[in-house]
């Protein structure tokens, strides 16, 4: 099976623009979970997709937002970009429930905000 | 905000020894979950262990968990250059209804040849 794919790997951005990062997890995963992870704060978690809706969800400004495809693709939206959101963005897949099962991370999106 | 506490945060061993890394949380726990982050392989899950569970194995991994310290400690016997990372500890916690993993800042192991 494939694993967990992210794109792009590197991203850089000026501040106040907008980003989507996307990330397919892998077959037959249902569950999606985006985390952010900084030198400073660690990894933190945003926000948790299954089945196309949001079930989770950390403690992010509503800059911060995603979705979830029938396919259990899932996208998420930074908008109006600010120097702290310079990080490695890091998707997870997992097969029913993140909390409780074991996780699938992708690569990660490397993003800089300059 | 961190659940857990990795202790310590760095540690430098020679190949071939042990290496013991230790998680403490402050509240009480669904399960703990040990993960391990190098630039060649990213962020790999390691072992998942339950409130209700006291010790689990995997290959050269052993994962205690002692509910009444809060705590839990990673051991890699005979180690290589290749465990050479950073070791993190998440939680579940107990009866959350926003079910997400919390996790600590992490150890960075060094496994010298």
């Known amino acids: 099976k494939a694993g967990v794919t992210q794109t792009p790997r590197y991203l850089i951005k000026t501040r106040g623009q907008q980003v989507t990062l996307s990330c397919s997890p892998i077959?037959?995963?249902?569950?999606v979970s985006w985390y952010q992870q900084t030198p400073g704060q660690g990894l933190q978690f945003l926000f948790e997709?299954?089945?196309?809706?949001?079930?989770n969800k950390g403690n992010f400004p509503g800059r911060f937002s995603g979705r979830q495809f029938s396919n259990s693709r899932s996208e998420m939206n930074v908008s109006t970009l600010e120097l702290g959101d310079s990080a490695l963005y890091l998707c997870?897949?997992?097969?029913?429930?993140?909390?409780?099962?074991?996780?699938?991370f992708g690569p990660g999106t490397r993003l800089t905000v300059l | 905000s961190q659940q857990g506490e990795e202790d310590p945060q760095a540690l430098s061993i020679q190949e071939g020894e042990n290496a013991t890394m230790n998680c403490s949380y402050k509240?009480?726990?669904?399960?703990l979950q040990w993960y391990r982050q190098n630039s060649g392989r990213g962020l790999v899950h390691l072992i998942l262990?339950?409130?209700n569970e006291r010790e689990k194995h995997s290959g050269r991994l052993r994962v205690t968990l002692d509910t009444s310290k809060k705590s839990s400690s990673l051991l890699i016997t005979a180690s290589r250059a290749a465990d050479t990372a950073s070791y993190f500890c998440?939680?579940?916690?107990?009866?959350?209804?926003?079910?997400?993993?919390?996790w600590g800042a992490g150890t960075k192991l060094i496994i010298k040849p």
């Open positions: 997870a897949s997992s097969l029913v429930d993140s909390s409780y099962n074991e996780q699938f």
């Open positions: 077959s037959g995963h249902r569950s």
């Open positions: 997709y299954f089945s196309e809706t949001q079930r």
């Open positions: 509240t009480s726990i669904n399960n």
């Open positions: 262990i339950r409130s």
């Open positions: 998440a939680t579940v916690l107990l009866g959350d209804s926003n079910y997400q993993l919390i």
